[in-house]
């Protein structure tokens, strides 16, 4: 089991960026497929970012080419960048480890962190 301990989120104007941390205090993050996912009220946990364990790394299509996911294995960490952030970010955002890859679709693991709260908003 890994434990997963997230920092960063908050209120930020649209246009603005954030940084999420989602640090491991029980184990190595090497060996595991690491993810970001987001929640919204009433909807299903949606998958945002993946980095394998080989540092290759997904993203969904409404994220990508604005958040970059980023695996530092010296600081046990996943950060997830986020810029040209816009109100549909909007969401609790979840780091999850020890998820695997199937062809195209990702399987979450069974980790998560406890979640934070990003709010994009003027």
């Known amino acids: 089991q890994v434990q997963l301990v997230q920092s960063g989120g908050g209120l930020v104007q649209p246009g603005g960026s954030l940084r999420l941390s989602c640090t491991a205090s029980t184990t190595s993050i090497s060996a595991y497929n690491m993810a970001w996912y987001r929640q919204v009220p009433g909807k299903q946990r949606e998958l945002v970012a993946t980095?394998?364990?080989?540092?290759?790394?997904t993203y969904s299509n409404s994220v990508k080419g604005r958040f970059t996911i980023i695996r530092d294995n010296a600081k046990n960490t996943v950060f997830l960048q986020m810029n040209s952030l816009t109100p549909e970010d909007t969401a609790v955002y979840y780091c999850?480890?020890?998820?695997?890859?199937?062809?195209?679709?990702?399987?979450?693991?069974?980790?998560w962190g406890q979640g934070t709260q990003v709010t994009v908003s003027s």
């Open positions: 999850n480890a020890g998820g695997r890859y199937s062809g195209a679709q990702y399987f979450r693991g069974d980790d």
């Open positions: 980095v394998a364990v080989r540092q290759v790394s």
